[in-house]
């Protein structure tokens, strides 16, 4: 683990902008423009990015819906009906895949390709940071579920604070997803998605 406060303070999920070149080894030689016709990119890889953008996706989409239900230009329960369901499948699966990254393909990555193993310790903190969004996340969903079945003049309210959560939730998941996918799919390619049981 990192050091909010240490030499790795500036990788932090909040402050970073990037990899440094040091942990830009793979990246700098298969860089994303080659990743859809290399021919190493395998099932694993494809699921991977899947997932991703699938967590963009939705995230994006609670986000509008959220937006749309502060404007009052979708009705309330309309609203719960679409968004309930889709916020909590969102908190479960994210939080579900960052396990499997943590326990399993973390370790197994940083064995394959010990240079970059000072990466995957700072995207281990990013899952503790977006732990902590996902934890924000429910907080707000849950008073947003609760302002639906309340006083009308209470969900705008509740809506705007569920749309600020997700919209800074968004920025540092995207920049976390991003970073991963430049960690971990040149290390797929370099090596073969047979190298990693795969």
Known sequence: ????DGPDAALDLDR???WPDDLRLLIARYPREVWPTHPNLGELSKFWLGRHDMFRELNGALLSASDQLKAGTVPAEAFRQWFLPRIRFFL???EG???????EYFP???????RLARGFDILENDHEAIHAGLLAL???GGGLARALTGPPDRIGFAAEAMSDTL?????RLHRHLDDEEDLIIPIL??????ALGG
Do not use: K, N, V
């Not at 683990?1 to 909010?4: L, R, V």
């Not at 895949?97 to 326990?103: K, L, R, V």
């Open 138 to 140: 429910q907080e707000a």
């Open 92 to 94: 479960q699966q994210l």
């Open 1 to 4: 683990m990192t050091d909010a």
């Open 108 to 114: 197994l990555l940083t064995r394959t390709e010990p």
């Open 16 to 18: 970073r902008t990037g």
């Open 97 to 103: 895949h960052h396990m499997i990254e943590d326990h």
């Open 167 to 171: 919209s800074g939730f968004l920025t």
């Open 189 to 194: 390619l370099d090596r073969g998605e047979m």
